[in-house]
T-cell receptor, first 114, second 111 residues
Framework: DQQVKQNSPSLSVQEGRISILNCDYT??????FLWYKKYPAEGPTFLIS?????DKNEDGRFTVFLNKSAKHLSLHIVPSQPGDSAVYFC?????????????FGTGTRLQVTL | DGGITQSPKYLFRKEGQNVTLSCEQN?????MYWYRQDPGQGLRLIYY???????QKGDIAEGYSVSREKKESFPLTVTSAQKNPTAFYLC??????????FGPGTRLTVT
């Protein structure tokens, strides 16, 4: 039962354009969402997060949007740069019970082309 | 320089042998986690520990064992009972359970 889904396994975007990575979740107990970036053969690095009390969080070129009614979040990267090429994981957690563990999606591989 | 270290980066073992993967953190984090990543899959939780001398099974604990004798250390043993041990193993730590910080990973190959 995949509670966090990233339905696009890959995405290719031209340098300078906007990258939009999507994530859907099914567990209504999730109230905190994170995005991680991962290069091959390295550990993921934390990128940005959002609490369910907000619908947007911005950090430089990265913005995460949360639509609670649709159980959907997205990561916008603008402008995209070649160094952004990596696998991006969406993760979610709740405050208690089984939802308190961090649950990861399967990842989206972003390639930023010149 | 605070962080999480995992050693070795690459590990090769023969089938039927137990192998222990090291994870050390100097971030003073209470919680530590072990994940496994396979191609095309997300990170799957093997074991986690929220406090010294206590740990819980994650989603795929069968064939693995852990110990948490010190706050800084959370070694993972891949036993011969693990049917498909070849994978990329990631250790993480967290203080309040929200942002988890990951180590560089260990690629285990069992032949």
């Amino acid at each position: 039962d995949q509670q966090v889904k990233q339905n696009s396994p890959s995405l290719s975007v031209q340098e300078g354009r906007i990258s939009i990575l999507n994530c859907d979740y099914t567990n209504s107990m999730f109230d905190y969402f994170l995005w991680y970036k991962k290069y091959p053969a390295e550990g993921p690095t934390f990128l940005i997060s959002i609490s369910s009390i907000k619908d947007k969080n911005e950090d430089g070129r990265f913005t995460v949007f949360l639509n609670k009614s649709a159980k959907h979040l997205s990561l916008h990267i603008v402008p995209s740069q070649p160094g952004d090429s990596a696998v991006y994981f969406c993760a979610a957690k709740g405050s208690w019970g089984t939802a308190s563990k961090l649950t990861f999606g399967t990842g989206t591989r972003l390639q930023v082309t010149l | 320089d605070g962080g999480i270290t995992q050693s070795p980066k690459y590990l090769f073992r023969k089938e039927g042998q137990n192998v222990t993967l090291s994870c050390e953190q100097n971030l003073n984090h209470d919680a530590m986690y072990w994940y496994r990543q396979d191609p095309g899959q997300g990170l799957r939780l093997i074991y986690y520990s929220q406090i010294v001398n206590d740990f819980q099974k994650g989603d795929i604990a069968e064939g693995y064992s852990v110990s948490r004798e010190k706050k800084e250390s959370f070694p993972l043993t891949v036993t011969s009972a693990q049917k498909n041990p070849t994978a990329f193993y990631l250790c993480a730590s967290a203080n309040d359970g929200y942002e988890q910080y990951f180590g560089p990973g260990t690629r285990l190959t069992v032949t």
